[in-house]
Structures are given as structure tokens and as C-alpha cells.
């Protein structure tokens, strides 16, 4: 059976790399909604969390059809996607809180489960 990312496929890749570069090119960074916890701010998000997560879907979509698509944003409405065998786990902006202040600590995390296991990971950091 061919693996359905190999080593040479940089179809992934390509698509974290251009919604970072999109990311860089954000002005509006204002945090839509936010729940403070103690000093930690939990569920940050910005319409760039919300445009790059629909960004991710389409492209990845567009490239691997079969594979099952799960966000932290959308999690509520997508949770059923975890129950496919391929699923992409996806948090579109790791580190909302500090995109969001122009901190160059943020980056896209996108991983690949295959039956409930990691199997393929990126961490793509835009401002590094």
C-alpha cells in the first residue's frame, strides 16, 4: 500500500507554507472572542484563525479528498471527523493570543492521524 503522504509529496507543506505567508501579511489581528483563566487566555480567536482554518480545508481537501478534516476552531461542528481512519488535525494559528498582539511567537501546527495515531506532522513557524 503507498503511504498517503511519502517523503518527496510536498503538497502539505506547500499549503501551511502559503497560509503563513498570507498570515504575515495580516493587519487586522483584533481577537474576536476570548475567556481569560487565571493569567492564561483560553479559546483566542481572530478572523485569521477563521479564514486560514477554511483556507487549510479547501487546499488539503483539493489535494487529498479521502483524508477526514478536524480544527480547533470548528471542533464542535467536526467532531465526527475524528472517527475516519486519515484525519488532518489542524490548529490554524498556535499561539492566537500572541499573533494577535504582533508577537512574532505563533505558528500553524498541522498533523495527519492515521487510525487515531500521529503519523505525519508540521509545525510551521512564519515569523522565524
Request: aromatic share 8%; net charge negative; no cysteine.
Amino acid at each position: 500500500m503507498k503511504p498517503i503522504i511519502s517523503a518527496s509529496d510536498q503538497s502539505a507543506v506547500k499549503v501551511v507554507v502559503t497560509a503563513g505567508r498570507e498570515l504575515l501579511k495580516q493587519t487586522n489581528r483584533t481577537l474576536l472572542a476570548s475567556k481569560n483563566i487565571g493569567h492564561l487566555s483560553a479559546n483566542a480567536v481572530t478572523q485569521s484563525d477563521i479564514d486560514t482554518e477554511i483556507f487549510l480545508r479547501d487546499e488539503l481537501h483539493t489535494r487529498f479528498p479521502s483524508i477526514g478534516f478536524y480544527s480547533e476552531e470548528s471542533a464542535k461542528e467536526n467532531s465526527g471527523e475524528l472517527e475516519k481512519e486519515l484525519v488532518w488535525v489542524v490548529d490554524p494559528i498556535d499561539g492566537t493570543l500572541n499573533f494577535s498582539r504582533g508577537l512574532p511567537f505563533w505558528g500553524i501546527s498541522l498533523a495527519l492521524f492515521n487510525e487515531a495515531r500521529p503519523a505525519f506532522g508540521i509545525i510551521y513557524l512564519p515569523s522565524d
